[in-house]
C-alpha cells in the first residue's frame, strides 16, 4: 500500500512529503482499526442475532402453546397440539447417562496420561487417539451405531433386562435395539476425551509445588492424586463436565439415528425415546408452518439449556484463571 | 558436604525405609488398584474408537473405487454407482461457508490480538466466541434456516455454507486470535520502531509472521465443519442429482450418510460406509497435519 507513496517520493525528486504520508497512513490505519472493530463486534454479537432469530422463529408457536409446551407430551401434526415433555425427558435422561460414564473414565484418562504410569512412546499417540475422537464426525459415530453397535450390544441390553429387570429403568418389556442407553453410551464415547483432555491441561498448569509438597509429606502418587491433585483442580473438572455436558445435550445425529424417536416418556432406558435434537432433525423435513414454528421453540428450549451449561461453564474457567494468575 | 553428621555408626539413629515396601500394605494395594482403574478408563475410550476405524476401513474399502468420486449413487435396487454429487456439494457449502466465515474472523481476530487487547470489548467478543462454539451445531442450522432459506422460500446450498460458516465462525476468532498472540510483542515494536505504521507492521509483520499457524486453525475449522451433518439437513437439504447451483438443494457427505444409513438398501448403504471412510480420512490427515505443525511450532 505504502509502496506507491515511496516510488512517489524516489521519482519526483521532491523533499520528503511527510505531513502527506502521515494523513494517508493515518487513515488508513484508523480505516483499518474500524473495520476490524467492527468485526469483532459482529462476531460477538452473532451469538445474540442467533437467539434473537430463533426466538423470531418460534414466536407464534410460543404465543399459541405457552409454557404448556414444556409439559406437553403430544406431538401430533394432524391436530396442531406440540409439546416436547418427552424430548427433555429424553434430553436429560442420555445426557445423565453419558455423564455417568464418561466423568469418571475421562478423570482416570486424564491421571494415567498426566502421570508417569506409562512411558512416553505409549501416552503421546494415546493423546492423539483421544483427539481423534473428538473430531470424528457424529453422523459417522451413527452409522457406526445403528450396524455395529446395535448388533453387538443386543444381548448385552437383553442380560440387564432379564437379569435386572426388576429395577424400572432396565424393565419394561423385550429391550430394543434404538434406545436411550445406547445414545448414552455413544455420547459417553463422544464427551469423555472432552473432560480428559480439560481435565489434563487443568492437571498440568497446577503448581508442581502442591504435589511436591503432598509427595514430601510422605504420601504415595495415588494420595496424592485423590487429596490433592482431584480437589485442587476441581474447579477446571467441573467447567471441563459443563462443556461435556453441553456437548451431549446439542448433540444431533447420535441422537437422531440412534434413539428410536419414540413420542413417550419411558421408565426403562432400554426403550426407545426422543430427544430434543432428534426432534428438531427427524420432523423438520416435512413439517408444516405451524410445525416449523413449534419446531424453532424447542430449538428456543435447547438453546436456553445450553447456553445455560455454557455460560456457567465460561464464567467457572475465568474466575479459575483469575485465582491461577 | 561435610556438615552431615555421621549417623553411620550410631545405633539411636534409624535410617528411614524410604522405598516403596515401607508403605503400608493397604495404602499399596490402594494404589495398585486405582492404577489399574485408570488403566481400564484407558481402554474404555481406545477400544471404540480402533473398533470404530476398523469397522469403517473394513466396510468402506470394498468400495474405494474411481467410479465412488465420480457416478451418482444407483436407483434403489440396484448396485455400483457412487457419491460424486455430494463430494461437490460438500465442497460447495464449505467453499460458501469459507468465504463468510474466514475473512470476517480473521479480521475480528486482528482487532483481537492487534488492537483491542485487554479491553472490554475484547473480552466480551471473546466470552461471546466461546459460547457460540458451544451452541449445539443444530441451532445454526436453525439461524440459517430463518434467515436465509424462509426469506428465500427455497433449500439451497448458500444457506447451508451461512449455516457452516456461522459454524466456523468463532473457531477462525478464537484460533487466529491464539496465532497472532504467539507472535512476539518484539517484532511489533522493532516495525513500529522503523517508522511502519500500525497497517503496515500488521500487514507485513504480524500476519506473515503467524500465517503458517493461522492456516492450520482454518483447516481445523474446514474439517471440522465437514463432518458436520444437522445444520444441513434443512438448509442444504438433500439433491439425488448433479448439481452446482448454489440456489438450489444439494446434497452433501454427511447428510447422504444420515439419509443412506436409515434406509433398506444396500447399495446405500454401502456407500454411506464409503463415504464415511472419506470423512474419516479428511479428519485424519488434517488433524494429523494440525498436530505436526503445532510440534514443529513448540521446538
Given at each position: 500500500?505504502t ?13 520528503l ?31 445474540i442475532?442467533?437467539i434473537?432469530q ?6 407464534p408457536?410460543m404465543?399459541l402453546f405457552?409454557?404448556g409446551?414444556?409439559f ?19 434430553t436429560l435422561?442420555?445426557t445423565?447417562?453419558?455423564?455417568i ?5 475421562g478423570i482416570g ?11 512416553k512412546?505409549?501416552?503421546?499417540p ?10 470424528i464426525?457424529?453422523?459417522v459415530l451413527?452409522i457406526?451405531g ?5 448388533p453387538t450390544?443386543?444381548?448385552?441390553f437383553?442380560f ?6 426388576w429395577?424400572?429403568f432396565?424393565?419394561?418389556g423385550?429391550?430394543?435395539?434404538n ?7 455413544v ?5 469423555t476425551?472432552v ?16 504435589r511436591?509438597?503432598s509427595?514430601a ?5 495415588w ?10 483442580g ?14 451431549a ?24 425415546g426422543?430427544?430434543?435434537t ?8 416435512e413439517?408444516g408452518?405451524?410445525?416449523?414454528a413449534?419446531l424453532?421453540y424447542a ?11 455454557n ?9 479459575y ?5 | ?15 528411614p525405609d ?32 480402533l ?18 468420486f ?17 463430494i461437490?456439494?460438500s ?21 483481537l490480538?492487534?488492537?483491542?487487547r485487554?479491553t ?6 471473546k ?6 462454539t ?21 433449500f439451497?446450498?448458500f ?7 456461522v459454524?466456523?465462525?468463532p ?20 516495525a513500529?520502531g522503523?517508522g511502519?505504521t ?17 492456516v492450520?486453525g482454518?483447516?481445523?475449522?474446514l474439517?471440522r465443519?465437514?463432518g458436520?451433518?444437522a445444520?444441513?439437513?434443512?438448509t442444504?437439504?438433500?439433491n439425488?442429482?448433479?448439481s ?17 444409513s ?14 464415511a471412510?472419506?470423512?474419516i ?11 505436526m505443525f ?6
Amino acid at each position: 500500500m505504502t509502496s506507491g507513496t515511496d516510488r512517489d517520493f524516489a521519482s519526483s525528486g521532491k523533499s520528503l512529503d511527510i505531513y502527506k504520508r502521515a494523513s494517508t497512513a493515518r487513515i488508513l490505519d484508523l480505516g483499518f482499526w474500524g473495520l476490524t472493530l467492527s468485526l469483532a463486534l459482529g462476531g460477538g454479537a452473532v451469538l445474540i442475532w442467533i437467539i434473537f432469530q430463533t426466538a423470531i422463529a418460534g414466536w407464534p408457536a410460543m404465543q399459541l402453546f405457552g409454557l404448556g409446551f414444556l409439559f406437553t407430551s403430544s406431538w401430533d401434526p394432524v391436530n396442531n397440539i406440540y409439546g416436547v415433555l418427552p424430548q427433555i425427558y429424553g434430553t436429560l435422561v442420555t445426557t445423565a447417562i453419558a455423564l455417568i460414564v464418561a466423568i469418571p473414565v475421562g478423570i482416570g484418562t486424564a491421571v494415567f496420561l498426566t502421570e508417569d504410569f506409562a512411558p512416553k512412546f505409549i501416552r503421546t499417540p494415546i493423546a492423539f487417539a483421544i483427539e481423534l475422537i473428538v473430531a470424528i464426525p457424529s453422523v459417522v459415530l451413527g452409522i457406526w451405531g445403528i450396524f455395529v453397535l446395535i448388533p453387538t450390544l443386543r444381548p448385552f441390553f437383553r442380560f440387564l433386562n432379564s437379569s435386572l429387570g426388576w429395577l424400572p429403568f432396565f424393565g419394561g418389556g423385550a429391550p430394543r435395539g434404538n434406545n436411550l442407553f445406547l445414545v448414552g453410551l455413544v455420547l459417553a464415547l463422544m464427551i469423555t476425551p472432552v473432560i480428559a483432555s480439560l481435565t489434563r491441561s487443568t492437571f498440568e498448569v497446577l503448581p508442581s509445588e502442591l504435589r511436591q509438597g503432598s509427595l514430601a509429606l510422605g504420601a504415595t502418587r495415588w494420595e496424592t492424586i485423590v487429596r490433592v491433585m482431584i480437589p485442587a483442580g476441581l474447579s477446571g473438572i467441573i467447567s471441563s463436565i459443563m462443556l461435556a455436558m453441553g456437548r451431549a445435550m446439542g448433540e444431533t445425529m447420535v441422537a437422531a439415528m440412534l434413539v428410536g424417536n419414540a413420542n413417550r416418556i419411558n421408565a426403562s432406558i432400554l426403550q426407545p425415546g426422543s430427544t430434543i435434537t432428534g426432534l428438531i432433525a427427524s420432523q423438520f423435513g416435512e413439517a408444516g408452518r405451524t410445525q416449523v414454528a413449534a419446531l424453532m421453540y424447542a430449538g428456543v428450549v435447547l438453546m436456553i439449556l445450553s447456553l445455560l451449561v455454557n455460560i456457567f461453564a465460561e464464567l467457572i474457567i475465568r474466575r479459575y484463571q483469575n485465582i491461577e494468575r | 558436604m561435610g556438615s552431615i553428621p555421621d549417623t553411620t555408626n550410631d545405633p539411636s539413629f534409624e535410617v528411614p525405609d524410604l522405598t516403596s515396601k515401607a508403605i503400608s500394605g493397604n495404602r499399596a494395594i490402594f494404589g495398585k488398584v486405582l492404577t489399574v482403574i485408570s488403566g481400564i478408563c484407558v481402554a474404555l475410550l481406545i477400544v471404540p474408537l480402533l473398533l470404530l476405524l476398523i469397522n469403517i476401513f473394513d466396510k468402506g474399502l470394498s468400495r474405494m473405487t474411481p467410479e465412488l468420486f465420480t457416478e451418482l449413487p444407483p436407483p434403489p435396487g440396484l448396485t455400483e454407482g457412487g457419491i460424486g454429487h455430494a463430494i461437490i456439494g460438500s465442497i460447495m457449502t464449505l467453499a460458501i461457508g469459507a468465504a463468510v466465515s474466514f475473512p470476517f474472523g480473521v479480521l475480528a481476530a486482528i482487532y483481537l490480538a492487534e488492537f483491542g487487547r485487554g479491553t472490554r470489548i475484547a473480552y466480551l467478543v471473546k466470552f461471546s466466541a466461546n459460547v457460540l462454539t458451544g451452541v449445539p451445531a443444530i441451532l445454526c442450522g436453525l439461524f440459517a434456516y430463518s434467515v436465509v432459506v424462509i426469506p428465500l422460500g427455497y433449500f439451497s446450498a448458500f444457506s447451508g455454507g451461512i449455516a457452516l460458516g456461522v459454524l466456523m465462525l468463532p473457531i477462525v476468532i478464537r484460533s487466529t486470535e491464539e496465532s497472532l498472540l504467539l507472535v512476539p510483542l518484539e517484532m511489533r515494536q522493532a516495525a513500529i520502531g522503523i517508522g511502519a505504521t500500525r497497517f503496515q507492521t500488521i500487514m507485513k509483520i504480524t500476519l506473515p509472521a503467524a500465517l503458517p499457524a493461522i492456516v492450520t486453525g482454518l483447516v481445523l475449522a474446514l474439517a471440522r465443519a465437514a463432518g458436520e451433518a444437522a445444520p444441513l439437513l434443512f438448509t442444504a437439504f438433500n439433491n439425488s442429482f448433479w448439481s452446482t447451483d448454489p440456489r438450489g438443494p444439494i446434497a452433501t457427505l454427511p447428510v447422504l450418510i444420515y439419509f443412506f444409513s436409515i434406509i433398506p438398501y444396500k447399495a446405500q448403504q454401502e456407500l454411506a460406509w464409503a463415504a464415511a471412510l472419506v470423512l474419516i480420512v479428511i479428519v485424519l490427515i488434517s488433524s494429523l497435519l494440525g498436530r505436526m505443525f503445532i510440534r514443529s511450532k513448540r521446538i
